[in-house]
Nanobody, 123 residues
Framework: QVQLVESGGGLVQAGGSLRLSCAASGRTFSSATMGWFRQAPGKEREFVAVISWNGGSTIYADSVKGRFTISRDNAKNTVYLQMNNLKPEDTAVFYC????????????????WGQGTQVTVSS
């Protein structure tokens, strides 16, 4: 069992930055793929980024490439999402997710989800 708790969301102006954190409990964190997803009002939850168990591989959605960076610290059981040059269209609830076996962008591949943290970008 893995429990995930996101933090770091908030209100920021366009062009600003935020760093989201996702703290995980459970001994399997260091072997789990970790992903970030987001859900804007009235829209489906969409993939943002994923990082492999050892941090050696990452994938980003086209909409965030070059602006967002996913990283992890297995010693701290934490995954991060550094978000730079934020845009109003980035406004959403951001969720982290964990998978024991899957590495990719499909929501269905993830076994555990956090409760989410709100990110609001004003223009």
């Amino acid at each position: 069992q893995v429990q995930l708790v996101e933090s770091g969301g908030g209100l920021v102006q366009a062009g600003g930055s935020l760093r989201l954190s996702c703290a995980a409990s459970g001994r399997t964190f260091s072997s789990a793929t970790m992903g970030w997803f987001r859900q804007a009002p009235g829209k489906e939850r969409e993939f943002v980024a994923v990082i492999s168990w050892n941090g050696g591989s990452t994938i980003y959605a086209d909409s965030v490439k070059g602006r967002f960076t996913i990283s992890r610290d297995n010693a701290k059981n934490t995954v991060y999402l550094q978000m730079n040059n934020l845009k109003p269209e980035d406004t959403a609830v951001f969720y982290c997710a964990a998978s024991a076996r899957y590495y990719g962008s499909a929501r269905g591949g993830y076994d555990y989800w956090g409760q989410g943290t709100q990110v609001t970008v004003s223009s």
